[in-house]
């Protein structure tokens, strides 16, 4: 199977996974579970940032149609994250811009730097996704530990799928 | 030549970049949850179908707290009832009036009450005379507002949701603010814009002031549980609801009576 056909499956596979959960597990109202920031840090590094841009886009798109949420929040917080997850990128993992073919997988980059990269992607993530899923409506402390709670679920639950699935697949 | 070709993709970038938000802050200013659902429409009637079922499973598990709660509330409307009879015996009267709400008895297909966005689906449609802007309480609770309606289903904003507010009172008090859901758990509220010299404290009850048109007045809602001076200007006060909203079953879609004439009214007078 060709690699690209792989990545799609698997991301059909992965978005799959997050709707059913936020639609029909109760986790609560301050815990969304969201693998988006996950896909955009597998998004091949040599692509032409406007296409990853507009790929980023799509993928919360469809994400915030199948989900029960507020349109064009994933969508956004997902085109932030595609305009910075390369600059973000070559000083993590400490690789200089003529390394664009080195894919970020646990099995290729030790586990803290992986577990560091994941870290920044997903605060950064979640930072456009609090701030208009109604900050101004609630409370900066509430808003805050929602903030808090969401990177750490989140974190331990992208480090599992990274795991079990981007890595076994190449 | 490469500067001016990099120059070109850098713009590119920021462009497609700056498109792109614009187009995702319009679709989260729009109020989408809603916009979504009219954009699912055609997808909603095959949801529903397992929805139905699969509520109908959770609901023979919840059967004995929905008979605790019609036991709780025929109880009090037989306590209602008697109190009419008894007005009526003292001041005979006759009385034409209709009341000034018209009850729709729903249930519940669908409940959502994880989210901080969340909605509803009753069973009621356009052709039991269910429109938008419809209030839906239950006898301890209130539950949201009509923001869409099919043929034989409407869509609820769930009170659930931060966006939504409802004019709340401390009972037996004129002392009147703003009740909104606190966006952490389905019990708790917080009544804000309460006025300093408010003498409501922790265990009074709180209640529906009917000061808007979308729900009837005197439901007791909850209880207030912290009170906190803001600013110094207004308290806020923290309420704990009466009814968890994440299991509902049997809710009521309430109209109120002559509600056109009091919106012509306002509009009216809003054009002076």
């Known amino acids: ?170 | 030549m490469d500067y001016r070709a990099n120059s070109y993709k850098l713009l590119l970038t920021i462009g497609v970049f700056i498109a792109l938000e614009v187009i995702s802050i319009v679709m989260i200013t729009q109020n989408s949850v809603l916009q979504r659902y009219l954009i699912m429409g055609g997808v909603r009637s095959t949801q529903v179908f397992f929805w139905e079922r699969s509520e109908g499973i959770r609901d023979f598990f919840r059967l004995r707290k929905y008979n605790q709660s019609l036991q709780q509330e025929n109880a009090e409307l037989r306590s209602k009832l008697s109190q009419v009879q008894y007005l009526r015996e003292m001041e005979p009267v006759a009385d034409t009036t209709p009341g000034l709400y018209r009850w729709i008895p729903a249930s519940i297909i669908k409940n959502n009450p994880n989210k901080q966005h969340n909605y509803l689906i009753l069973n009621r449609g356009a052709k039991d005379g269910v429109e938008t802007e419809m209030g839906v309480v239950t006898h301890n609770a209130i539950v949201g507002v009509v923001g869409a309606v099919s043929e034989h289903y409407c869509y609820v904003i769930s009170f659930l949701n931060k966006s939504q507010r409802a004019s709340a009172m401390i009972s037996g008090t004129s002392d009147f603010g703003l009740l909104s859901w606190d966006g952490i758990g389905t019990r708790g509220a917080t009544l804000s814009h309460i006025p300093l010299s408010s003498s409501g404290a922790v265990g009074d009850t709180i209640c529906t002031s009917g000061y808007s048109t979308i729900y009837p007045p005197d439901i007791p809602v909850g209880t207030i549980s912290d009170v906190d001076a803001v600013s110094g200007m207004y308290k806020d006060m923290k309420v704990d609801l009466f009814q968890d909203l994440g299991s509902l079953k049997y809710v009521y879609i309430v109209q109120r009576h002559h509600q056109d004439e009091i919106d012509a009214l306002s509009k009216n007078a809003n054009n002076k």
Not at chain 1, 38 to 44: A, C, D, G, K, Q
């Open chain 1, 1 to 170: 199977m060709p690699s690209y056909l792989r990545q799609i499956i698997i991301y059909a596979v992965v978005i799959m996974l997050q709707v059913i959960t936020n639609n029909y597990v109760n986790l609560g109202p301050m815990i969304y579970i969201c693998m988006v920031p996950l896909l955009i840090m597998y998004l091949p590094l040599d692509q032409k940032s406007y296409i990853s841009l507009i790929i980023a886009f799509g993928l919360g798109l469809i994400v915030d149609i199948l989900s029960d949420g507020v349109m064009g929040l994933n969508a956004g917080a997902a085109t932030l994250l595609a305009l910075v997850y390369k600059p973000i990128f070559y000083p993590v993992f400490k690789k200089n811009t003529y390394s664009k073919k080195f894919i970020p997988t646990v099995e290729e980059s030790d586990i803290w730097h992986h577990v560091l990269y994941l870290l920044i992607i997903i605060a950064i993530y979640f930072l456009f996704y609090i701030a208009f899923d109604g900050l101004a409506r609630t409370t900066l402390l509430v808003s805050l530990l929602r903030y808090l709670i969401n990177i750490a679920v989140n974190l331990a639950l992208a480090v599992v799928v990274d795991v079990t699935l981007f890595n076994k697949s190449r």
